[in-house]
């Protein structure tokens, strides 16, 4: 059992040593989300709105774009559909 505890203690000791070294990105981040809260949201919280809005904004453009080919028009590049 003393074995174990060593290793575990040096385990602990790199993990506590890569938590110090990135105190400044955990303020960065606290930084960042109190920096959103004017807009009402916090920093992660609203991140998946700025992926989820321009896809459904693509799809819509597309599907509307597909459904409004007219069979034997032309396309826009010259060429018969």
Known sequence: MG???YRLTAAFAALIGTMN???AN???FVALND???PL???AFRGLGWCYLLPGVLTVAASA???STNIPGST???GGRL
């Open 64 to 66: 509307y774009r597909t």
């Open 40 to 42: 009402c949201f916090t």
């Open 26 to 28: 955990f303020d960065a």
């Open 21 to 23: 070294d990135s105190v």
């Open 75 to 77: 396309s826009s590049i």
């Open 35 to 37: 920096s959103t809260n």
């Open 3 to 5: 074995r174990n505890i």
